[in-house]
């Protein structure tokens, strides 16, 4: 197991990680770091992943100085690696919106967690980012992305996902093989709010999408979010059960 470490805007770094056993062609489960004076993480990653992930965070700013722990939604991948990350950061916090403090985290977690309103900034020193609540977008009641105000990066979780591996950093296409994906395996809770959800992020004007299963996306960021939006939208019809 091999965490690979890409800078993809300034003092953002995507480290990711292959797994050849996840899936039919393996999976890629990326975690962002923000290098601030109070750095951040977003997504920590599988349990039996953080040798490997630490050790990469670790290359960037040493364990003991991470600050906030963050994550999209509550899911092994996302969370998995929560408390060990605790225990390595003593002055670390995990951040999360209010709906999963509630309901998860507040019990999960080793230490108190800092419940983030929608749209509330933390101010990292250099960086700041703002939590937006996005419920069941793709999946999950307490689902929510990051922006860091700054640099324009979106950390947009779940959207967009393939399977495999690819590029670290890429301007090209992704909308076909996410429709592939979610065709194929579909994971994301569509309803009425799902497109009108995503075409408000393609508001932000993002400069770069950090993705969590897929590269990260230096294109017309934009685009391709008013583009799966009215994708997802086309979705909407009864599907048979059984």
Excluded at 137 to 150: R, S
Aim: glycine share 10%; proline share 6%.
């Amino acid at each position: 197991m091999q965490t690979q470490i890409t800078e993809i805007a300034d003092r953002i770094y995507r480290l990711s990680t292959y797994l050849s056993e996840a899936g039919p062609t393996g999976f890629t489960f990326n975690q962002f770091l923000i290098d601030a004076e109070e750095p951040l993480l977003f997504h920590t990653g599988l349990r039996n992943t953080f040798p490997s992930v630490s050790d990469a965070v670790a290359t960037i700013v040493p364990l003991r100085r991470l600050r906030w722990i963050t994550f999209g939604h509550f899911e092994a991948d996302e969370c998995g690696a929560m408390n060990q990350f605790l225990a390595a950061a003593p002055d670390g916090v995990v951040a999360h919106g209010e709906v999963g403090v509630m309901v998860s985290i507040i019990d999960q977690a080793d230490r108190m967690p800092r419940a983030l309103r929608d749209g509330e900034v933390l101010d990292l020193g250099g960086k700041r980012v703002r939590r937006i609540d996005t419920p069941h977008v793709p999946h999950g009641w307490d689902a929510g992305l990051l922006f860091e105000e700054t640099t324009g990066t979106l950390l947009a979780g779940d959207l967009f996902t393939r399977g495999g591996t690819y590029p670290a950093l890429t301007e090209g296409d992704l909308l076909e093989e996410a429709i592939a994906f979610e065709t194929n395996l579909p994971y994301s809770a569509i309803t009425a709010r799902t497109a009108p959800t995503i075409d408000a992020l393609a508001a932000l004007a993002p400069k770069t999408l950090g993705l969590m299963h897929n590269s990260a996306y230096a294109g017309d960021c934009a685009a391709a979010l008013h583009g799966l939006a009215a994708w997802y939208g086309s979705r909407l019809e009864p599907i048979p059960i059984g």
